[in-house]
């Protein structure tokens, strides 16, 4: 399927894709760029497409991939026939939530880039983390004003910190624009604000680590399930490729079984 799609796009098209752009100066591509990481995007549109979504749940960085996608949903439906659906993004309305800076302070959190926290850590790894977590610089004793835009500990509190965590773990404060006045005027350390965060997110985290475990009792149905599954998408997936070829005239078993 990616090898149709890739007679639908022009190099020019993939090198303007914003997302990949950004990764090919993150990853010193640019004198030697692999041709796989570039036409990425048209592979993407095939998983996307395959399986006729209406909506696809996204980050912000992903918009330019589910563009490119629709953009060549209405290649294949204008030149052959309209076989594709024309999928829409669902990105989070809050900007923090729709891209999470990454640990150390980059644009994004990324698996790729080592800077992320996973769902599955336990409570100590995530507490590592968050601890070595990027913060300002430039707030080095306690008593120094410290700076909330670009502090990758604040952005995850906006994104993930509600009300009643304050009465829980920080009852000293009523709100978060609170603790972020505090911080910002100085005499408050990152430690404090570091083990707040670790709070907030150990209690979000703690129900995945439980169904984990759950799940983990009983790997064999896992292993069903994914594959019982499996068998699913690839009829949906062999009927799909199938009318595809239709449209484009190259459905060679079609006239061999005539």
Same mark, same amino acid.
């Given at each position: 399927?990616?090898?149709?799609?890739?007679?639908?796009?022009?190099?020019?098209?993939?090198?303007?894709?914003?997302?990949?752009?950004?990764?090919?100066?993150?990853r010193?591509?640019?004198?030697?760029?692999?041709?796989?990481?570039?036409t990425?995007?048209?592979?993407?549109?095939?998983?996307?497409?395959?399986?006729?979504?209406?909506?696809?749940?996204?980050?912000?960085d992903?918009?330019?991939?589910? #563009?490119?996608?629709?953009?060549?949903?209405?290649?294949?439906?204008?030149?052959?026939?309209?076989?594709?659906?024309?999928?829409?993004?669902?990105?989070?309305?809050?900007?923090?939530?729709?891209?999470?800076?990454?640990?150390?302070?980059?644009?994004? &959190?990324?698996?790729?880039?080592?800077?992320?926290?996973?769902?599955?850590?336990? #409570?100590?790894?995530?507490?590592q983390?968050?601890m070595?977590?990027?913060?300002?610089?430039?707030?080095?004793?306690?008593?120094?004003?410290?700076?909330?835009?670009?502090?990758?500990?604040?952005?995850?509190?906006?994104?993930?910190?509600?009300?009643?965590?304050?009465?829980k773990? +920080?009852?000293?404060?009523?709100?978060?624009?609170?603790?972020?006045?505090?911080?910002?005027?100085?005499?408050?350390?990152?430690?404090?604000?570091?083990?707040?965060?670790?709070?907030?997110?150990?209690?979000? +985290?703690?129900?995945?680590?439980?169904?984990?475990?759950?799940?983990?009792?009983?790997?064999?149905?896992?292993?069903?399930?994914?594959?019982?599954?499996?068998?699913?998408?690839?009829?949906?997936?062999?009927?799909?490729?199938? #009318? &595809?070829?239709?449209?484009?005239?190259?459905?060679?078993?079609?006239?061999?079984?005539?």
């Open positions: 399927m990616t090898g149709y799609f890739m007679n639908l796009v022009t190099l020019s098209r993939l090198k303007r894709n914003p997302t990949i752009k950004e990764e090919i100066k993150q010193g591509y640019e004198t030697s760029l692999p041709v796989g990481f570039l990425y995007p048209i592979s993407q549109a095939a998983d996307i497409l395959l399986f006729s979504p209406t909506i696809i749940p996204a980050g912000d992903q918009a330019p991939m589910i #563009e490119q996608a629709r953009e060549i949903a209405h290649s294949f439906n204008t030149q052959y026939a309209p076989i594709f659906k024309m999928p829409k993004g669902m990105i989070p309305e809050s900007k923090v939530v729709a891209r999470l800076p990454g640990l150390d302070g980059k644009l994004k &959190m990324s698996k790729s880039l080592g800077n992320c926290i996973y769902l599955y850590e336990d #409570e100590a790894a995530v507490k983390k968050i070595n977590a990027y913060t300002d610089p430039n707030h080095i004793k306690v008593s120094d004003p410290g700076k909330v835009e670009g502090n990758t500990v604040f952005a995850y509190l906006d994104a993930f910190c509600k009300p009643e965590h304050f009465e773990y +920080l009852p000293e404060y009523k709100s978060l624009e609170e603790l972020k006045a505090h911080y910002r005027r100085g005499g408050l350390g990152d430690v404090k604000v570091k083990l707040f965060l670790n709070n907030v997110l150990n209690e979000i +985290l703690s129900p995945v680590r439980t169904k984990r475990k759950e799940l983990e009792s009983d790997i064999d149905s896992i292993y069903e399930m994914l594959f019982e599954n499996g068998k699913k998408m690839r009829k949906i997936a062999d009927k799909k490729i199938l #009318e &595809m070829r239709d449209a484009i005239g190259i459905n060679y078993k079609k006239f061999l079984n005539k």
